[in-house]
T-cell receptor, first 111, second 117 residues
Framework: GDSVTQMEGPVTLSEEAFLTINCTYT??????LFWYVQYPGEGLQLLLK?????DKGSNKGFEATYRKETTSFHLEKGSVQVSDSAVYFC??????????FGKGTTLSVSS | ETGVTQTPRHLVMGMTNKKSLKCEQH?????MYWYKQSAKKPLELMFV???????ENNSVPSRFSPECPNSSHLFLHLHTLQPEDSALYLC????????????????FGSGTRLTVV
């Protein structure tokens, strides 16, 4: 079945460091891909999305490119802030199915 | 305000209690979902409702009973739960489950933190 694999956390960075969170997927069809973020005590918020190969989703300085050849959707940000500390979830939706999530990656940014 | 409101935010219940979780959205969405979030595990899809009809039950034990009286409201009725059911229960909505999340994503509530003692 379809699945999403994320790098294990936690990821600990200093402010202004470069961030990469790896995400790969397995799907039978041609999925849409998403990154969600969960701040402490809150639900999940859509961060960015991509619906076809080579699409780049971006929001709040975060970017991710849909790479069909490597079945990947890695999240990047050039300069993280303390306020980016949260749990990040990669997710896919394939052929009209409900969202399937990875386990989440905790990011902790210190000043 | 995310557009999806869940109540209560926190709930502690005994194993013999009966309680209900409530989810409400006024986004005009037609699909609603219950997810369970446990520590160190992927979010688990529990139920899907599309236009008030249940379209998916992901092998959820019968001690969890969903109800969707209209497209704006979703309940999760709980009875005789076990301590391992303690988790964050998240409600989400989307335009149409037939479209899945394709290109649109879901809007999530803040969740109900459930503790079973």
């Amino acid at each position: 079945g379809d699945s999403v694999t994320q790098m294990e956390g936690p990821v600990t960075l200093s402010e202004e460091a470069f961030l990469t969170i790896n995400c790969t997927y397995t799907a039978t069809g041609y999925p849409s891909l998403f990154w969600y973020v969960q701040y402490p005590g809150e639900g999940l918020q859509l961060l960015l999305k991509a619906t076809k190969a080579d699409d780049k989703g971006s929001n709040k300085g975060f970017e991710a490119t849909y790479r069909k050849e490597t079945t990947s959707f890695h999240l990047e940000k050039g300069s993280v802030q303390v306020s980016d500390s949260a749990v990040y979830f990669c997710a896919l939706s394939d052929q009209g199915t409900a969202l399937i999530f990875g386990k989440g990656t905790t990011l902790s940014v210190s000043s | 305000e995310t557009g999806v409101t869940q109540t209560p935010r926190h709930l502690v219940m005994g194993m013999t209690n009966k309680k209900s979780l409530k989810c409400e959205q006024h986004l005009g969405h037609n699909a609603m979902y219950w997810y369970k979030q446990s520590a160190k595990k992927p979010l688990e899809l529990m139920f899907v409702y599309n236009f008030k009809e249940q379209t998916e039950n992901n092998s959820v034990p019968s001690r969890f009973s969903p109800e969707c009286p209209n497209s704006s409201h979703l309940f999760l009725h709980l009875h005789t739960l076990q301590p391992e059911d303690s988790a964050l229960y998240l409600c989400a909505s989307s335009q149409d489950a037939g479209q899945g999340a394709r290109g649109y994503g879901y809007t999530f509530g803040s969740g109900t933190r459930l503790t079973v003692v």
